[in-house]
């Protein structure tokens, strides 16, 4: 009888779906997990550095980038701009620059956990300056 070979076809074809799913799951996961895990690593950052970084980036990245970070010289800084580029190619574009274009090295200001702290924060929103 053909029948019943063929539902375990088909089961063993859902279950193969299941597995992909499962692992297509685990490596969303792992993406997921990065930014968590600077998330927490940033909040370990003591706050007055914290304000130091967020006048920095608004008004040092802003005389590029633009004050409200929408643009200018250096391209629009907000999450829709950045969300689709790799977390380290970002926080190495602002660690080392980009040689070549106006954007440059910030290594000799700020250590590469700070870097990754302005990376978070700009993919989340960037917070304005508290006086
Ligand atoms: C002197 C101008 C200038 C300053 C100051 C500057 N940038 Fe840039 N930045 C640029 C330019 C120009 C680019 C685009 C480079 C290219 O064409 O790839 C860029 C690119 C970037 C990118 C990559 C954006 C993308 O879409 O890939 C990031 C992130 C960035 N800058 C962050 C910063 C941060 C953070 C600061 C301050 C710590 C900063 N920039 C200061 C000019 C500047």
């Known amino acids: 009888m053909g029948f019943p070979d063929k539902q375990r076809g088909r089961r063993s074809i859902f279950f193969g779906k299941a597995v992909g799913l499962g692992s297509a799951a685990l490596i969303l ?4 997990g990065g930014p968590l ?5 940033a909040a ?7 304000r130091e970084l967020v ?6 990245c802003g005389s590029c980038h633009g004050l409200t970070l929408r643009g200018g010289l250096g391209p629009a800084l907000l999450p829709e701009n950045l969300s689709a580029r790799p977390l380290p190619a970002l926080k ?3 660690l080392f620059g980009r040689p ?5 090295p910030w290594q000799p200001f700020m250590t590469e956990a700070e870097a990754e702290w302005i990376v978070v924060q700009l993919l989340r929103g960037f917070p304005e300056e508290s006086q």
């Open 92 to 94: 190495y574009t602002i």
């Open 29 to 32: 996961g792992g993406v997921n």
């Open 37 to 41: 895990a600077l998330a927490e690593d």
């Open 44 to 50: 370990s950052l003591a706050p007055e550095r914290a």
């Open 100 to 104: 070549g274009t106006a954007m440059p």
């Open 55 to 60: 006048r920095m980036v608004r008004q040092d």
